[in-house]
Nanobody
Framework: QVRLVESGGGLAQAGGSLRLSCATF????????MNWHRQAPGKQRELVAT???????NYAGSVKGRFTISRDNARKTVYLQMNSLKPEDTAVYYC????????WGQGTQVTVSS
């Protein structure tokens, strides 16, 4: 059984930065199968950042150039560095892993004030 635990959310001002972490517990096939999603109030959950099969990061257009996904293979942890935050980045951010089954973290709230 895989368990994902996010941390690092909170309140930031527009233009500020936050770093999210997602620690993985249990056996995972590939850390490249981990990614970040977010869900804003009244909106559908959307994919924010992910890795291609070769490990290349990919981003939603709305965060490209501002967010960076990275990983620590030894710690089985994935990070999301969020810079130049905007109020529209306010959402609950979820870590996700897929290996034939979907695993989600509990989510961490990010609130960006203008």
């Amino acid at each position: 059984q895989v368990r994902l635990v996010e941390s690092g959310g909170g309140l930031a001002q527009a233009g500020g930065s936050l770093r999210l972490s997602c620690a993985t517990f249990g056996s995972i096939f590939s850390i490249n199968a981990m990614n970040w999603h977010r869900q804003a109030p009244g909106k559908q959950r959307e994919l924010v950042a992910t890795f291609s099969s070769d490990g290349t990061p990919n981003y939603a257009g709305s965060v490209k150039g501002r967010f960076t996904i990275s990983r620590d293979n030894a710690r089985k942890t994935v990070y999301l560095q969020m810079n130049s935050l905007k109020p529209e980045d306010t959402a609950v951010y979820y870590c996700h892993y897929y290996d034939g089954a979907h695993y989600w973290g509990q989510g961490t709230q990010v609130t960006v004030s203008s």
